[in-house]
Nanobody, 123 residues
Framework: QVQLVESGGGLVQAGGSLRLSCAAS???????MGWFRRAPGKEREFVAA????????HYADFVKGRFIISRDNAKNTVYLQMNSLKPEDTANYYC?????????????????WGQGTQVTVSS
């Protein structure tokens, strides 16, 4: 059983940066990992995903060139470096893990979810 705990959220001004972390208990070296977000009144949406070795990544179009997903399997941690933040990036950010679906953008493909960390970007 994998348990995921996100951290690193907070309040930042537009144009600023944050780095989110997702710490896993139970080991995640053989899991694909993803970040999703949900803004108030909106559906949960895919942000980024990474394969188990870290060589393959997948990004939503709206974060390409701004966000970077990475992982450190020795630390059982996945990161989301968020740069050039915009007010529309304000959301609760969740990490998720799956064993079989690759760097999928579909929430239904992920088996394990964290509780989320809030990111608020002020204009």
């Amino acid at each position: 059983q994998v348990q995921l705990v996100e951290s690193g959220g907070g309040l930042v001004q537009a144009g600023g940066s944050l780095r989110l972390s997702c710490a896993a208990s139970g080991g995640l070296s053989n899991h694909f990992m993803g970040w999703f977000r949900r803004a108030p009144g909106k559906e949960r949406e895919f942000v980024a995903a990474i394969n188990w070795g870290g060589e393959s990544t997948h990004y939503a179009d709206f974060v390409k060139g701004r966000f970077i997903i990475s992982r450190d399997n020795a630390k059982n941690t996945v990161y989301l470096q968020m740069n050039s933040l915009k007010p529309e990036d304000t959301a609760n950010y969740y990490c998720a893990a799956n064993l079989w679906a690759g760097t999928s953008s579909e929430p239904i493909d992920y088996n394990y979810w964290g509780q989320g960390t809030q990111v608020t970007v002020s204009s």
